[in-house]
């Protein structure tokens, strides 16, 4: 994340320039997001955090292409992705963005390998042994080999969870979003899920952007957006144990630090 005073050293593999969001629901007009502008700098596990209905769904759905802003820009990778056509979207989707959800939705019909090996289907010039490696290695990494012929009702929630990153990382994405992923698992599968998760940001150096408003989440991450009411408070880097918190572009307000709990 580049800002006044943090200067862009790495490349921002997603760089939002007054990014808003306004949608219209039964002729009332929510402005979920307003004039967001922010650099995320390729590598970082960061939270976005903030209250229930603060845009934070809003603004990973936008940088996951699964949705446009009303106004402004969003570049994955330096590309301009706002004059895409629906079917360029959805390769570019396809080829770099994992998405973990905070209800799995893994088909239920389907083996944790073949779930996993779903997203690969799209890139048609990986064959089927590539595949079948690509699953193992993925499910390897998540602690899951044993269970690959196992469905997701024959899974626990932390199981599912892991299969589901898994398959968000088959496709080797640039960016891998999730949205709550800790949500609906106790405390410590949730905790388990985290370590995981920068684990494999650390080894495999792939951004990770997930939302939360668990503050014990948000605490594991290298990077912080807080967003309110649609607007950006603070960003947060942390050095060590320390964060370190400015506002935003445009908006006044000291910097200040804070030891990690
Ligand atoms: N498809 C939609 N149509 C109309 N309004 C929407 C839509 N999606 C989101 N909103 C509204 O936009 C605002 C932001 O919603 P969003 O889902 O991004 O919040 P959130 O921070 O993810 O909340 P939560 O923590 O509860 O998941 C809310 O007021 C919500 O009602
Ligand atoms: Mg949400």
């Excluded at 959800?101 to 990986?126: G, K, R």
């Amino acid at each position: 994340m580049r800002n006044g005073a943090a200067g862009g050293r790495r490349l921002s593999v997603v760089r939002i320039e007054h990014v808003s969001k306004r949608y219209v629901l039964g002729g009332q007009e929510v402005h979920a997001l307003k004039d967001i502008t922010l650099d995320i700098e390729d590598g970082v596990f960061l939270a976005i955090a903030g209250p229930s209905g603060s845009g934070k769904s809003t603004l990973l759905n936008l940088i996951g292409c699964i949705d446009t802003p009303s106004s402004g820009k969003i570049f994955l990778s330096g590309q301009d992705v706002s004059d895409k056509t629906p079917d360029q979207l959805a390769s570019l989707r396809a080829r770099s963005i994992g998405f973990i959800f905070q209800t799995f939705n893994l088909l239920p019909v389907l083996t944790a390998a073949e779930n996993v090996e779903y997203p690969l289907l799209q890139l048609l010039h990986m064959d089927a042994e590539e595949r079948r490696e690509r699953v193992h290695y993925f499910l390897k990494i998540v602690g899951l080999a044993e269970k690959m012929r196992h469905r997701p009702n024959e899974l626990s929630g932390g199981q599912r969870q892991r299969v589901a990153i898994a398959r968000a990382l088959a496709i080797e994405p640039a960016i891998v979003l999730a949205d709550e992923p800790t949500a609906n698992l106790d405390r410590k599968t949730g905790d388990a899920i985290i370590e995981l998760m920068k684990d494999i940001n650390r080894r495999l150096k792939t951004t990770f952007i997930f939302s939360t408003h668990d503050q014990r989440v948000m605490s594991a991450a290298d990077r912080q957006v807080r967003i309110e009411d649609g607007s950006l408070r603070m960003l947060g880097v942390r050095t060590g144990e320390e964060w370190k918190w400015v506002a935003p572009p445009g908006r006044r307000s000291g910097a200040k630090r804070e030891t990690v709990q």
